[in-house]
């Protein structure tokens, strides 16, 4: 069967409990109240504050205020924005037009230097060129020299020289004849016969009128007379150490000096011989001598000869240790 259910019953409430609970006007029994309308006017009831016209017209105007503020800010930043930009690019269109003008001059150099640098390609290929040139023509040269020189040489194979002959007195002039005497008094004394025929020719080469003495030059008609005349010459001073050849030996009416035989020689074997003669003497070498137009140097007696044929084989030529 159904169960009947009773509704809760409210409790009551005591005016102190209601004064706790802020409930002080309400009916501490609602179910005993009769006026319903009365009751929901008190729960509902609510005290509703008016707002002030007056403030809400401040805060409108402070806030009006503050827009105003910020749109004046970003307006005063934008045109601060813009100007720098501005500036900022009229900086870039200078560097660009100082970029182009750089840009430009760096192309003219360009140019410049590549025309340069053909005419220094072309320059080179000219100083090649005339190196070329010139080292031909400097073997040309040397050729022509060793020619010219190896026909001197052939000239004078023939030839000899006494160095150191006194003068006539001064103011006389010297004949052929006594020329030709010389040069047979010289024979004579070193016992190598000669005919008329023999000497091609005898002169004296020109010197300072102050100089008392001079070279003579005799040419004989073959190279065999010469190289006899050479040898006896070594061989009388090698007999003779303390009475070498000198001038009173010829018959001269001077004072007695000493005379010296030699091979005849061109300019520049004459210059070389010069040369080397001061080599030996600085590098302790024992021999320097000619032979046929030809100038050999020689260590010592075991060693073997060389022949100097130009100023730079001297510079070649292995120094001994001083140490």
């Known amino acids: 069967m159904p169960l009947n259910r009773t509704p809760?019953?409210?409790?009551?409430?005591?005016?102190?409990?209601?004064?706790?609970?802020?409930?002080?006007?309400?009916?501490?029994?609602?179910?005993?109240?009769?006026?319903?309308?009365?009751?929901?006017?008190?729960?509902?009831?609510?005290?509703?504050?008016?707002?002030?016209?007056?403030?809400?017209?401040?805060?409108?105007?402070n806030l009006t205020g503050f827009k105003n503020e910020i749109k004046d800010f970003i307006k005063d930043l934008i045109s601060n924005q813009n100007a720098?930009?501005?500036?900022?690019?009229?900086?870039?269109?200078?560097?660009?037009?100082?970029?182009?003008?750089?840009?430009?001059?760096?192309?003219?150099?360009?140019?410049?230097?590549?025309?340069?640098?053909?005419q220094l390609t072309s320059l080179e290929n000219n100083i090649s060129a005339l190196e070329k040139e010139r080292s031909n023509m400097v073997s040309q040269i040397s050729l022509i020299e060793e020619k010219m020189e190896n026909f001197e040489r052939n000239l004078l194979k023939t030839s000899i020289e006494i160095r150191n002959v006194p003068k006539l007195?001064?103011?006389?002039?010297?004949?052929?004849?006594?020329?030709?005497?010389?040069?047979?008094?010289?024979?004579?004394?070193?016992?190598?016969?000669?005919?008329?025929?023999?000497?091609?020719?005898?002169?004296?080469?020109?010197?300072?009128?102050?100089?008392?003495?001079?070279?003579?030059?005799?040419?004989?008609?073959?190279?065999?007379?010469k190289t006899r005349i050479l040898q006896a010459s070594k061989e009388y001073n090698k007999r003779n150490p303390s009475d070498k050849l000198n001038s009173s030996l010829l018959g001269l009416n001077s004072d007695k000096v000493p005379i010296y035989v030699a091979e005849k020689l061109s300019a520049n074997s004459n210059r070389l011989f010069y040369m080397a003669r001061s080599f030996t003497k600085s590098n302790n070498y024992l021999f320097c001598w000619t032979s046929e137009g030809r100038i050999l140097i020689k260590k010592d007696t075991n060693s073997p000869y060389i022949v100097v044929k130009s100023e730079s084989q001297l510079e070649t030529i292995v120094k001994p240790n001083t140490a």
């Open 169 to 225: 007195s001064q103011g006389a002039r010297e004949t052929k004849e006594q020329l030709y005497a010389l040069a047979r008094s010289l024979s004579t004394i070193l016992n190598v016969e000669l005919k008329g025929s023999d000497i091609r020719d005898v002169m004296r080469y020109p010197s300072k009128k102050e100089a008392k003495s001079s070279t003579i030059s005799i040419e004989f008609s073959n190279t065999l007379l």
């Open 84 to 118: 720098r930009l501005d500036r900022f690019e009229n900086h870039i269109m200078e560097i660009k037009s100082q970029y182009t003008k750089i840009e430009d001059s760096n192309s003219s150099i360009e140019k410049s230097m590549n025309h340069m640098s053909d």
């Open 8 to 61: 809760p019953s409210i409790p009551t409430l005591s005016n102190t409990d209601c004064i706790s609970e802020n409930l002080c006007q309400s009916d501490p029994n609602l179910s005993l109240t009769s006026d319903h309308s009365v009751l929901s006017e008190q729960i509902t009831q609510r005290i509703k504050r008016k707002r002030s016209t007056k403030q809400y017209d401040t805060t409108s105007d």
